[in-house]
């Protein structure tokens, strides 16, 4: 009989094989992370764990494929062949909520960075130059708009209020989320985002949602906004970012993701000021192994049952 098998595509830890093995023992357990390791018949792999772009792609064109579920590491899915797993009816989980928290404080880690002056203290930290800046600001007392009220905006909302901050969070529907005073339906923010002194994105990104930050919006905002992508980069369309930051309509960018990545050389942003670059780090976990297996233990367990898979199932009509 021909045997099943589940691709360990995301390194696991010893206790966490052990937990496979005798979770399914019907099924064999691949650990390979390159094609050397690969002695598997792809069209035997039911289950992917992880993801590899060029040998999951690879066996999702395989006619005789028999993939089932792809559990995702990452809580975007956009770079992975959705119309593809959507035409063979492959599940799909991702991995929203393994980096709500390290994403958050790195939401705040930006925001500190420029309201108490500290990326401009490192900046002469390097010339050995002393200055004492009086334009400084405090975070308590202001509004905070959070676009996107998934389990990382709502663990930015958990934060907000801790420094004593208004937020209002942004969805599809308007529907109520934790951490949010005010929630308003994405349709309503052109109106309402002149309202809020800091504005961070957590968009995920679909044929909606590119470029939804524009020279509309930006415009939109109060003078001196201060505004933060940690979704996705092409959420925002760079040069009109930089139109609204030349105006000052923005006085402060801090940027985790970006339109082309890595960033070019080239790019205007690397010599501004009033921006601050990280390299698409902020979802860097340091509990992202066993968060990610607990989410994808749950699913298994259920999907060996039979059962609908009960974490992070993505819609493919949303993307999400």
């Known amino acids: 009989m021909t045997k099943k098998g589940i691709w360990l595509a995301q390194e696991t830890t010893p206790e966490q094989l052990n937990t496979l093995k005798k979770l399914a023992p019907d099924y064999e357990l691949i650990e390979a992370w390159n094609d050397n390791d690969f002695d ?21 064109k395989n006619n005789k494929s028999r993939l089932k579920w792809v559990q995702g590491k990452a809580a975007g899915v956009d770079f992975l062949d959705l119309d593809g797993l959507k035409e063979k009816d492959v599940l799909l989980t991702n991995g929203s909520g393994i980096h709500s928290i390290s994403i958050a404080e790195s939401v705040f880690g930006m925001l500190l960075a420029y309201a108490r002056g500290i990326q401009e203290a490192i900046r002469n930290q390097t010339t050995k130059t002393w200055h004492q800046t009086d334009r400084l600001m405090e975070l308590h007392d202001k509004t905070m708009m959070i676009v996107g009220t998934g389990n990382i905006g709502k663990e930015v909302g958990r934060l907000a209020k801790a420094f004593g901050m208004k937020t209002i969070g942004v969805n599809r529907s308007g ?38 930050f524009n020279d509309t919006v930006f415009n939109a905002m ?49 010599e501004r000021s009033d921006v601050l670059i990280t390299s698409h ?14 989410i994808f233990e749950e699913n298994l367990q259920a999907y060996l049952a039979g059962e609908e898979l009960p974490k ?5 009509e949303r993307s999400y």
Do not use: C
């Not at 018949?41 to 993801?51: K, R």
């Not at 005010?182 to 309202?195: A, M, R, W, Y």
């Not at 902020?282 to 607990?294: D, M, N, P, Y």
């Open 40 to 60: 598997f018949p792809l069209e035997d792999i039911e289950i992917i764990y992880g993801w590899k772009g060029q040998k999951s792609s690879e066996l999702l």
């Open 175 to 212: 529907h109520e989320a934790a951490n949010m005073d005010v929630v308003i339906p994405q349709k309503d923010l052109v109106k309402k985002v002149s309202e809020a002194d800091i504005v961070v994105n957590i968009l995920p990104l679909t044929d909606k949602t590119t470029h939804f």
């Open 281 to 294: 780090i902020s979802g860097i976990a340091e509990h992202f192994k066993k968060r990610l297996f607990a």
């Open 222 to 270: 109060q003078k001196r906004t201060l505004f933060l992508n940690v979704g996705r980069g092409p959420t925002v369309d760079t040069s009109h970012l930089i139109a609204a930051l030349d105006t000052e309509q923005v006085a402060f960018a801090g940027l985790d993701v970006f339109e082309t990545e890595p960033l070019e050389t080239e790019s205007p942003l690397w």
């Open 312 to 316: 992070n199932l993505v819609d493919y």
